[in-house]
């Protein structure tokens, strides 16, 4: 009897699996031809100040140049380049900090986007917080926590060698 239960549940397990498959399989859509475009910059993130590479593709047209906007270096102009679409640009130096789209514009109105983290170490900027240096200067918590700690240690000290002396005069 145990085996045929167990071969119901096994045979319901695979039935309930298989539906599920079928499902997925008539809903997913396939990707059509025409929708492979991206860009890339490297290096990402990027000091302002310094040149980053641009790489793209407009699906099958990478034979034409395309444009690329950001407000991060403005627009860059990509050229066929061993089957992709390349180009370089500066960003410039005074740049702010920040997250920029990268958008690239293809001639048949195919589009793709990237985002552009710029970094300007130049700027000053606010530093971490790690907390409220109480030990850095001056008598603050952390003065207090070693004063104690060594009063604790004291005490210890001092309640051992009491233990250690009333047990010696208790042996004879």
Same mark, same amino acid.
Request: hydrophobic share 55%.
């Given at each position: #009897? %145990?085996?045929?239960v167990s071969h119901r549940a096994l045979s319901? #397990?695979?039935t309930v699996l298989g539906l599920v498959g079928a499902?997925?399989? #008539?809903t997913v859509t396939p990707a059509r031809a025409g929708e492979n475009a991206f860009v890339e910059?490297?290096?990402n993130p990027a000091q302002?100040?310094?040149r980053v590479s641009i790489r793209a593709s407009c699906d099958s047209n990478n034979n034409r140049q395309?444009?690329?906007?950001?407000d991060a270096f403005g627009r860059v102009m990509l050229r066929p380049d061993n089957g992709f679409l390349t180009g370089a640009v500066t960003i410039p130096g005074n740049k702010q900090a920040g997250d920029f789209p990268v958008d690239l514009r293809c001639d048949s109105n195919i589009t793709a986007s990237t985002v552009l983290t710029v970094l300007n170490m130049a700027q000053p900027s606010k530093g971490p917080a790690t907390g409220g240096g109480g030990t850095a200067s001056? %008598?603050?918590a952390g003065s207090l926590l070693l004063v104690g700690g060594l009063a604790a240690v004291?005490?210890?000290a001092g309640f051992g060698a009491f233990g250690n002396r009333r047990r010696a005069g208790s042996r004879y």
């Open positions: #009897m %145990r085996g045929l319901a #397990m695979l499902f997925v399989l #008539m910059v490297t290096p302002a100040g310094t395309a444009q690329v906007n950001s001056g %008598r603050g004291a005490v210890a």
